[in-house]
T-cell receptor, first 116, second 111 residues
Framework: GAVVSQHPSRVICKSGTSVKIECRSLDFQATTMFWYRQFPKKSLMLMATSNEGSKATYEQGVEKDKFLINHASLTLSTLTVTSAHPEDSSFYIC????????????FGSGTRLTVV | QQQVKQSPQSLIVQKGGISIINCAYENTAFDYFPWYQQFPGKGPALLIAIRPDVSEKKEGRFTISFNKSAKQFSLHIMDSQPGDSATYFCAAIHSGSRLTFGEGTQLTVNP
């Protein structure tokens, strides 16, 4: 089946530094990928839609300068948390839709970011 | 219009029992209703999904019941096992839109 690989699974960084999270579609091409943020015991909150070869579309309230998204190829999207602060600590998850025919979405395994 | 309401927020079931999670939606344009299972520290995984032209879909111990007129759908987990303990999310989507998630249900199956 369709697999979305997300790395790293866990990262700890110091305040003020930047962290990059990678999301790869392993056996399909993804023109669109989605980035979510999830707080403990809460649902997934869509942050942005990543489009291959064009700018990402950010949800209202999400700082695009803080959460930089790059979708340089049909199999890779990256989320960079710039100048990270403790309040950016969260669980970040990417997803992609393997087929234009199917409506199903496949999710990565998530990245636990801790900013100290 | 984009909301999906999910209940209960948490559910405790004994091993072998039936777990039932309910969702209701507002947007009649939704045409695909997936359920996701999420274990702690992991991303959601598709469990089962249904389209509104079907009233029920069963895969193993998991069944979706769909009531189009009431705009409601539910997940039934038969013979619940401790390994089913996880957070379950219902979701809805229509072509060209993004996934709309319910608030999630934390299921605990006691041995």
């Amino acid at each position: 089946g369709a697999v979305v690989s997300q790395h790293p699974s866990r990262v700890i960084c110091k305040s003020g530094t930047s962290v990059k999270i990678e999301c790869r579609s392993l056996d399909f091409q993804a023109t669109t990928m989605f980035w979510y943020r999830q707080f403990p015991k809460k649902s997934l909150m869509l942050m942005a839609t990543s489009n291959e070869g064009s700018k990402a579309t950010y949800e209202q309230g999400v700082e695009k300068d803080k959460f930089l998204i790059n979708h340089a190829s049909l199999t890779l999207s990256t989320l960079t948390v710039t100048s990270a602060h403790p309040e950016d600590s969260s669980f970040y998850i990417c997803s992609a839709r393997p087929s234009l025919i199917s409506s199903g979405y496949t999710f990565g395994s998530g990245t636990r970011l801790t900013v100290v | 219009q984009q909301q999906v309401k999910q209940s209960p927020q948490s559910l405790i079931v004994q091993k072998g029992g039936i777990s039932i999670i309910n969702c209701a939606y507002e947007n009649t344009a939704f045409d695909y209703f997936p359920w996701y299972q999420q274990f702690p520290g992991k991303g959601p995984a598709l469990l089962i999904a249904i389209r509104p032209d079907v009233s029920e879909k069963k895969e193993g111990r998991f069944t979706i019941s769909f009531n189009k007129s009431a705009k409601q759908f539910s997940l039934h987990i038969m013979d619940s096992q401790p390994g089913d303990s996880a957070t379950y999310f219902c979701a809805a989507i229509h072509s060209g839109s993004r996934l709309t998630f319910g608030e999630g249900t934390q299921l605990t199956v006691n041995p």
